[in-house]
């Protein structure tokens, strides 16, 4: 399915419906909301082995989303970014799913969406507040994953059940607790492996403001393909790399203040080549340069100057492909976001970055993005 296609879908869907349920005169389908954002780019990179400096258009989304019988909720929602060139990059449908909710603490999702795995990954790009997701994010919770998927956004087909639990006397629930059945394949993609996995996360919330969370991801790469073995014999055949991951996360959220640190862990092969089309689906060879070992961990704070208006940043950000520090890379970020109104946002940011799987290790980034929200 092309971009065309993708938003005209969508906006089909954004129609106003008129059917009803059961003769009884009670709307099929709520009022659909239609929305959307997009994020233009400028970005220059000095010091390294390859300076540089281009504009982007970084992401541009719309979505529909509603309620059917009051009890459930709707979302569809498609990607484009500046080059299409790539499956990872191309024109694609990323979230499409419809939850359950009649019960607060037993909320059911089924579909594709996020996955449930750390407190950063299912945040709106926009009020996540930096340049992009962390590094231990974007390669341990399927964006751009160390495993090879097809960038996924975070993102799998499958069901979820999730729910708060214990409120105390002012009605704030104490516990959230979300697990997830996937095919473990990323967005868009069948299971090769017949192999599901099992992703789940608990956190309490003691203050307002305050969420403490443990996080757990088993399961399964697979590619059905071929690969030249030890021997140098050509094989065919279906391989399955076993996936290990858990994360321990912190976020403090409250009167325009965002102070947050995950770190992550993750045990398992890759693929050697990432799925960006054609025949990347196929090439089942095994990247053991990389190693079966990851980590990574991030501190940030977001700290109001004018509330509402104009807010500082900065950002540690630590991830390690191998988990040795020999080619770790290290990002110290600091800038500003100024917001012109709920709907406009400009940010800004520089960064000093320490990669040490590079000749020349140290290099300089500065970001600039503004982001229209409809």
């Not at 919330?205 to 690969?227: D, N, Q, T």
């Not at 501190?299 to 509330?307: G, N, V």
């Not at 509402?308 to 970020?333: C, F, H, I, P, V």
Request: glycine share 12%; charged share 20%.
């Amino acid at each position: 399915m092309n971009a065309k296609q993708y938003f005209l879908c969508v906006a089909a869907m954004a129609l106003p419906a008129t059917s009803f349920a059961g003769g009884q005169g009670k709307p099929l389908f709520g009022k659909p909301k239609f929305s959307g954002y997009i994020i233009g780019q400028y970005q220059a990179s000095m010091g390294g082995d390859n300076n540089s400096n281009t504009f982007n258009l970084r992401m541009a989304r719309v979505s529909v989303g509603g309620r059917v019988l009051g009890d459930f909720e709707y979302k569809v929602q498609a990607q484009i970014n500046g080059n299409t060139s790539t499956l990872g990059e191309s024109p694609r449908l990323v979230d499409a799913f419809v939850e359950w909710q009649k019960f607060k603490f037993a909320c059911i999702k089924i579909g594709q969406f996020k996955r449930p795995f750390t407190f950063e990954n299912p945040m709106h790009p926009v009020d996540q507040g930096f340049m992009g997701y962390s590094q231990n994010v974007q390669r341990l919770a399927g964006f751009n994953d160390r495993s090879g998927e097809q960038a996924s956004n975070g993102r799998d087909i499958g069901i979820q059940l999730q729910g708060d639990f214990i409120a105390n006397k002012a009605g704030r629930h104490l516990f959230h607790y979300q697990v997830g059945v996937f095919n473990g394949q990323g967005i868009n993609t069948k299971d090769v492996d017949n192999r599901k996995d099992v992703i789940g996360g608990l956190w309490v919330m003691p203050i307002e403001g305050l969420r403490i969370g443990a996080f757990g991801w088993v399961g399964s790469k697979a590619r059905k393909g071929h690969w030249t073995d030890e021997g140098g014999n050509e094989r065919t055949g279906t391989v399955c790399l076993s996936q290990k991951r858990y994360a321990i996360s912190a976020e403090y959220k409250k009167d325009d203040w965002q102070i947050r640190s995950e770190y992550i862990h993750s045990t398992g092969y890759g693929f050697k080549t990432t799925c960006q089309g054609g025949d990347d689906a196929s090439d089942a060879t095994v990247n053991l340069a990389q190693g079966n070992k990851a980590d990574g961990v991030y501190a940030l704070c977001i700290a109001p100057i004018i509330r509402q208006k104009l807010r500082a940043k900065a950002r540690y950000d630590l991830y390690r492909k191998s988990g040795s520090w020999t080619d770790s890379r290290t990002q110290y970020e600091v800038g500003l976001n100024y917001l012109f109104c709920k709907n406009l946002e400009v940010q800004a940011e520089y960064a000093f970055i320490n990669d040490r799987s590079l000749a020349k290790h140290n290099c300089s980034m500065v970001d600039v993005q503004l982001s229209v929200r409809f």
